[in-house]
Nanobody, 125 residues
Framework: QVQLLETGGGLVQAGGSLRLSCTAR????????VAWFRQAPGQERTFLAG????????YYAGSVEGRFTMSADDPKIIIPLQMNDLRPEDTAVYYC??????????????????WGHGTQVTVAS
């Protein structure tokens, strides 16, 4: 079992930056993939960035590539998401997600087995 806790959300002006962090507890020493998603009101949960269990390199959704940076140590205990040049359309609840051991990091929310409760990010224009 794994527990995830996201922190670092808040209100920021357009063009500003925020740094989110996901802290994992429990059986984190197993080989798990990890990802960040977000969900705006009335919309589906969408993939932002992920790191496979057997790789250190993150990959990104096109909408955030070049603005957001994800990293993770090994084992994946602290998973930051640095967000720069924020836009009003980035307003959403941001979630950290993790898989069971040795499953890939996909862009599909249903493929993830553990979720945090989310942290609100609001970008004012």
């Amino acid at each position: 079992q794994v527990q995830l806790l996201e922190t670092g959300g808040g209100l920021v002006q357009a063009g500003g930056s925020l740094r989110l962090s996901c802290t994992a507890r429990g059986r984190v020493f197993e080989s798990r993939s990890v990802a960040w998603f977000r969900q705006a009101p009335g919309q589906e949960r969408t993939f932002l960035a992920g790191i496979n269990w057997n790789d250190e390199r993150p990959y990104y959704a096109g909408s955030v590539e070049g603005r957001f940076t994800m990293s993770a140590d090994d084992p994946k205990i602290i998973i930051p998401l640095q967000m720069n040049d924020l836009r009003p359309e980035d307003t959403a609840v941001y979630y950290c997600a993790m898989t069971e051991p040795m499953k890939p990091a996909t862009t599909t929310a249903d493929d993830y087995d553990y979720w945090g409760h989310g942290t609100q990010v609001t970008v004012a224009s």
